[in-house]
Nanobody, 124 residues
Framework: EVQLQASGGGLVQPGGSLRLSCTTS????????IGWFRQVSGKEREKVAC????????SYGNSVTGRFTISRDGAKNAVYLQLNNLKPEDTAVYYC?????????????????WGQGTQVTVSS
């Protein structure tokens, strides 16, 4: 059974940092592109960052470029998202997702497996 588990969310002040983790099991991790997406209630899911199966290709959403960093650890079957200089508009539920690919699929609709979300709230 494929499982993705997102964790690390919380309440942080503007300008603060968080590190989200996505741990996976049930598939060949080194064949999967992993994406992070976020969603605010009533709005469409938004791409945050994606990393290819090899780790050689990375892409970010325009609103997070320069502030967020995605990385992967094959030994732990995990992907991380470092969130720096957080802003109130980063508040959302963050999801990780997987697709067998060595590219960085842009649309959330292309991903096959999803974890439950983790809430990030940026507020003073």
């Amino acid at each position: 059974e494929v499982q993705l588990q997102a964790s690390g969310g919380g309440l942080v002040q503007p300008g603060g940092s968080l590190r989200l983790s996505c741990t996976t099991s049930g598939f060949a991790f080194d064949e999967q592109a992993i994406g992070w997406f976020r969603q605010v209630s009533g709005k469409e899911r938004e791409k945050v960052a994606c990393i290819s199966s090899s780790g050689g290709k990375i892409s970010y959403g325009n609103s997070v470029t320069g502030r967020f960093t995605i990385s992967r650890d094959g030994a732990k079957n995990a992907v991380y998202l470092q969130l720096n200089n957080l802003k109130p508009e980063d508040t959302a539920v963050y999801y990780c997702a997987a697709r067998r690919s060595n590219s960085t699929p842009l649309s959330w609709k292309k991903y096959d497996y999803w974890g439950q979300g983790t809430q990030v709230t940026v507020s003073s």
